[in-house]
T-cell receptor, first 115, second 114 residues
Framework: AQKVTQAQTEISVVEKEDVTLDCVYETRDTTYYLFWYKQPPSGELVFLIRRNSFDEQNEISGRYSWNFQKSTSSFNFTITASQVVDSAVYFCALSEWRANSKLTFGKGITLSVRP | EAGVAQSPRYKIIEKRQSVAFWCNPISGHATLYWYQQILGQGPKLLIQFQNNGVVDDSQLPKDRFSAERLKGVDSTLKIQPAKLEDSAVYLC????????????FGPGTRLTVL
């Protein structure tokens, strides 16, 4: 069975602070995908990144960076120099790499960035 | 490329009434999913279609929920009769790959049952 744990429920930071959102996952599969989605107040889930389990290279995209560590089953997300527009709920998710795979979500982290 | 379309965006009904939601996936995406997201929780899969066939409906409360994707394109999710606990956002997603892939989500339908 798959499981995604986002232990932090709410984080509040002041604009320009760096913030890291934690994600720990469980799976019996050796090959899988990890995702981060952003859900702003409008409600739509916005895809941010997909990472394959066999690629442990960290990734940076602008102010966003992701740290994937297979040894600790973690896929953490860091926002550098946070902005008010980053305020949203962030979900980590996991899927198997096989036919008819399912996407399992964590409970989400509510990030509030104050001006 | 157009995203996943859903309608209506908002719906308010009284308990025991019926309601239907519509979803049109991204063109060419064979796999379509319906998720239920209760306030404060992550989305939970209700049903998964591959073309017009059901792959997984193990989490669908079949006594009141039904879904179809007759021509393998758009899909309808129905609740009949609705209960208070059905108040949630109903998200539709589509994916282009059979072996994993990336899920693209629609804007969701926010259902309030009074």
């Amino acid at each position: 069975a798959q499981k995604v744990t986002q232990a932090q429920t709410e984080i509040s930071v002041v604009e320009k602070e760096d913030v890291t959102l934690d994600c720990v996952y469980e799976t019996r599969d050796t090959t899988y995908y990890l995702f981060w989605y952003k859900q702003p107040p409008s409600g739509e889930l916005v895809f941010l990144i997909r990472r394959n389990s066999f690629d442990e290279q960290n990734e940076i995209s602008g102010r966003y960076s992701w740290n994937f560590q297979k040894s600790t089953s973690s896929f953490n997300f860091t926002i550098t120099a946070s902005q008010v527009v980053d305020s949203a709920v962030y979900f980590c998710a996991l899927s198997e790499w096989r036919a008819n795979s399912k996407l399992t979500f964590g409970k989400g982290i509510t990030l509030s960035v104050r001006p | 490329e157009a995203g996943v379309a859903q309608s209506p965006r908002y719906k308010i009904i009284e308990k025991r009434q019926s309601v239907a939601f519509w979803c049109n996936p991204i063109s060419g995406h064979a796999t379509l999913y319906w998720y239920q997201q209760i306030l404060g929780q992550g989305p939970k899969l209700l049903i998964q279609f591959q073309n017009n066939g059901v792959v997984d409906d193990s989490q669908l409360p079949k006594d009141r929920f039904s879904a179809e994707r007759l021509k393998g394109v758009d899909s309808t999710l129905k609740i009949q009769p609705a209960k208070l606990e059905d108040s949630a956002v109903y998200l539709c997603a589509s994916s282009y790959q059979v072996m994993g892939g990336t899920w693209f989500f629609g804007p969701g339908t926010r259902l309030t049952v009074l």
